[in-house]
């Protein structure tokens, strides 16, 4: 069963920095690009980044552009996202997905439970 | 960036009855919309994908139809289990991927 767990979340201040991991199993990870989308208390999902199977494509949300990166290690089938000068607005659960099919943006079937980061001083 | 407008913001509804929520895009998506169930404590779940495909394992009472700007989830008959936040996302025209604000379905 295809399965995608979360960590590294926790409580930081703002213009800190904080680094989620998601570990995948059950699938062949290489193959599959991946995303991380995050929910803020009381709002609705919001995509944050994408990354394509081998790195080539990396894609962010205007509102975490140039202070959250996007990484991944084939080789240990996980999924990182490293967040500096952070902000209240990043406040989130945090989740990765993986598109149902291989190649492109495709709809996320795989979610894990997320975890949450909390930005507060 | 396309911009999806869900609505009713909540349906409230008994079991039994018929839901229909509504997503609409500020321009064309073509098909490449999906659907997704949000439950407090709980991951998305994928329902419906490019506007009318059921994803694995959804029930047949789950029905997806549009195309370009207006698109319809549809519940034929609500089961308990189905009170929940619903979700649209399009993927025809990114970076970002959107999604739109969500649809509370709840117990009249």
């Known amino acids: 069963e295809a399965q995608l767990v979360e960590s590294g979340g926790g409580l930081v201040q703002p213009g800190g920095s904080l680094r989620l991991s998601c570990a995948a199993s059950?699938?062949?990870?290489?193959?599959?690009?991946m995303n991380w989308v995050r929910q803020a208390p009381g709002k609705g999902l919001e995509w944050v980044s994408f990354i394509s199977t081998n790195d080539y494509t990396i894609e962010y949300a205007d509102s975490v552009k140039g202070r959250f990166t996007i990484s991944r290690d084939n080789a240990e089938n996980s999924l990182y996202l490293q967040m500096n000068s952070l902000r209240a607005e990043d406040t989130a659960l945090y989740y990765c997905?993986?598109?149902?099919?291989?190649?492109?943006?495709?709809?996320?079937?795989?979610w894990g439970q997320g975890t949450m980061v909390t930005v507060s001083s | 960036e396309i911009v999806l407008t869900q609505s009713p913001a909540t349906l409230s509804l008994s079991p039994g009855d018929r839901a229909t929520l509504s997503c609409r895009a500020s321009?064309?998506?073509?098909?490449?919309l999906a659907w997704y169930q949000h439950k407090p404590g709980q991951a998305p779940r994928l329902l419906i994908y490019d506007a009318s495909n059921r994803a694995t394992g959804i029930p047949a009472r789950f029905s997806g139809s549009g195309s370009g700007t207006d698109f319809t989830l549809t519940i034929s008959s609500l089961e308990p289990e189905d009170f929940a936040v619903y979700y649209c996302?399009?993927?025809?025209?990114?970076?970002?991927?959107?999604f739109g604000g969500g649809t509370k379905v709840e117990i009249k």
């Open positions: 997905a993986r598109p149902r099919t291989k190649g492109g943006p495709h709809a996320f079937d795989i």
């Open positions: 996302q399009q993927r025809n025209n990114w970076p970002p991927l959107t």
């Open positions: 321009q064309s998506v073509g098909s490449f």
């Open positions: 059950g699938f062949t990870f290489s193959n599959y690009d």
